[in-house]
T-cell receptor, first 111, second 114 residues
Framework: QKEVEQDPGPLSVPEGAIVSLNCTYS??????FMWYRQYSRKGPELLMYTYSSGNKEDGRFTAQVDKSSKYISLFIRDSQPSDSATYLCAMSETGANNLFFGTGTRLTVIP | EAGVTQSPTHLNKTRGQQATLRCSPISGHTSVYWYQQALGLGLQFLLW???????NRGNFPPRFSGRQFPNYSSELNVNALELEDSALYLC?????????????FGPGTRLTVL
């Protein structure tokens, strides 16, 4: 079993839709949870991070962590064509130096 | 502030050859990570260097090696190339004093083994 599981998609939505991206994980020691966005032919860029359980909002983006279910989500409201990219979840233990990544979900927002 | 840079952008090699990939971290960052991103497999951790030392390596054979120079730039070497080594190789840097593991990525080197 992989440490981090992520549905690879692809996911296509119309402009303005709410997008839900999800990851599950098996290591209960993970405490830091991150979402990276990767445009085609570019390196990943950090979008959001959360520590332990709870929600975090930044503009149109909301990250949720449910440690009891070992499940994290990224919601994108009012999706835009510029949101079209691959979204990768990543997580690590406290004090650890390795990040464990999901395989990424490819999202296309259709104008 | 300049980001993480990697060279070359693309690299074409034949099976059995050696490849050398280079990475320059963000100024002030002492840690450099290397990842392999193969199609459908996500980012697989390869190597972590900090202060010139190899600190950890992922589940890759010894023909994947590297080093970190005194200016914190890094080099990844892949010997005896195999077809399945074709992938995007990403370098990331981090300021180790950060309280969480935020890594900043470069654009990657696309290695194609023919």
């Amino acid at each position: 079993q992989k440490e981090v599981e992520q549905d690879p998609g692809p996911l296509s939505v119309p402009e303005g839709a709410i997008v839900s991206l999800n990851c599950t994980y098996s290591n209960s020691a993970f405490q830091y949870f991150m979402w990276y966005r990767q445009y085609s032919r570019k390196g990943p860029e950090l979008l959001m991070y959360t520590y332990s359980s709870g929600n975090k909002e930044d503009g149109r983006f909301t990250a949720q962590v449910d440690k009891s279910s070992k499940y994290i989500s990224l919601f994108i409201r009012d999706s835009q064509p510029s949101d079209s990219a691959t979204y990768l979840c990543a997580m690590s233990e406290t004090g650890a130096n390795n990040l464990f990544f999901g395989t990424g979900t490819r999202l296309t927002v259709i104008p | 502030e300049a980001g993480v840079t990697q060279s070359p952008t693309h690299l074409n090699k034949t099976r059995g050859q050696q490849a050398t990939l280079r990475c320059s971290p963000i100024s002030g960052h002492t840690s450099v990570y290397w990842y392999q991103q193969a199609l459908g497999l996500g980012l697989q951790f390869l190597l972590w260097y900090d202060e010139g030392e190899e600190r950890n390596r992922g589940n890759f054979p010894p023909r994947f090696s590297g080093r970190q120079f005194p200016n914190y730039s890094s080099e990844l070497n892949v010997n005896a190339l195999e077809l399945e080594d074709s992938a995007l190789y990403l370098c990331a840097s981090r300021q180790l004093a950060g309280y969480y593991n935020e890594q900043f990525f470069g654009p990657g080197t696309r290695l194609t083994v023919l």
